[in-house]
């Protein structure tokens, strides 16, 4: 198998995605880090020997053995001098795969060993595979990462899951709120009681599972919609600022420059 790294546009999908996805023949001593990634990935050891350094610790890992990557914190790994490990690796980002992964115990152990699991090692081959398909590659590429996901839920089932369901539930369903008014002038207030909860509540609640705050995460929303209009629509800027609940087309202006680095009418010019 040839080296390969796939990294996917992650302003496709906020919820959940494959965002990078790879497989690499390593040699003698070679080394990544110290470093710091944006999102969660998982590498799984085909064959050979490294070490991979986390929170403080070193962990010695060989053929069959996976390791986890959290976005944020401070990593480092390498290959054995002697016999260095080939690996394959997935990586995981949006909004939702904190919670998911929470529903596991590898948050906390961040090393684990997949045994004869042979569905769990297919689905790294399923993502090569469909690496190389092109057009809406992201679609099949999403779907094999939703089957990983249940497996691992599966295999390696996290002893707080049943604790943070109802928790999970209630961030769920803001999201979904979110989804289908965010053309509204929606507030957290008004999230909160759609939802029947206090509204602090709600933030701090939404803040521990996704990891951003729900204020930050509702702009965000909106001006990733924003951006799919200036894309792929004509609309005028006003009428695309009203599409996602700004009726002061020089506010949203001011917000989009702050977010994306540039003015909505440049940034429609990037692809044009």
């Not at 995981?92 to 004869?116: A, P």
């Not at 799919?228 to 001011?254: P, Q």
């Amino acid at each position: 198998m040839q080296d390969y790294n796939f990294s996917n546009d992650f302003t496709r999908n906020i919820d959940a995605m494959i965002y990078t996805c790879g497989y690499e023949n390593c040699a003698p001593g070679h080394s990544y880090g110290p470093v710091m990634r944006n999102g969660y990935l998982i590498h799984y050891i085909l064959s050979g020997f490294g070490i991979y350094k986390a929170r403080g610790k070193i962990f010695h890992l060989k053929e069959g053995d996976a390791f986890l990557i959290c976005p944020e914190e401070l990593i480092y790994y390498e290959a054995d001098s002697k016999q260095p490990w080939s690996y394959t690796w997935i990586g995981m980002q949006g909004i939702k795969i904190k919670g998911y992964l929470e529903r596991t115990s590898l948050l906390e152990s961040l090393v684990f060993h997949y045994g004869k699991d042979d569905q769990m090692r297919l689905c790294h081959e399923k993502m090569f595979e469909a690496d190389r398909m092109g057009a809406d590659r992201d679609l099949i590429m999403n779907s094999i990462m939703y089957e990983y996901l249940f497996l691992l839920t599966r295999k390696f089932p996290g002893s707080r899951h049943r604790e943070n369901e109802k928790k999970i539930g209630y961030v769920d369903e803001a999201l979904k709120y979110i989804e289908s008014s965010y053309c509204d002038p929606i507030t957290v207030q008004n999230i909160a009681d759609y939802l029947s909860i206090n509204r602090s509540y709600l933030s701090r609640l939404f803040k521990s599972i996704t990891g951003i705050s729900i204020q930050d995460y509702l702009l965000d929303y909106r001006i990733r919609q924003a951006c799919i209009l200036l894309k792929n629509s004509n609309l005028s800027i006003r009428a695309i600022a009203r599409s996602v609940s700004y009726v002061d087309a020089l506010y949203f202006s001011k917000l989009f420059h702050q977010k994306k680095g540039m003015t909505p009418s440049g940034y429609r010019k990037s692809f044009r």
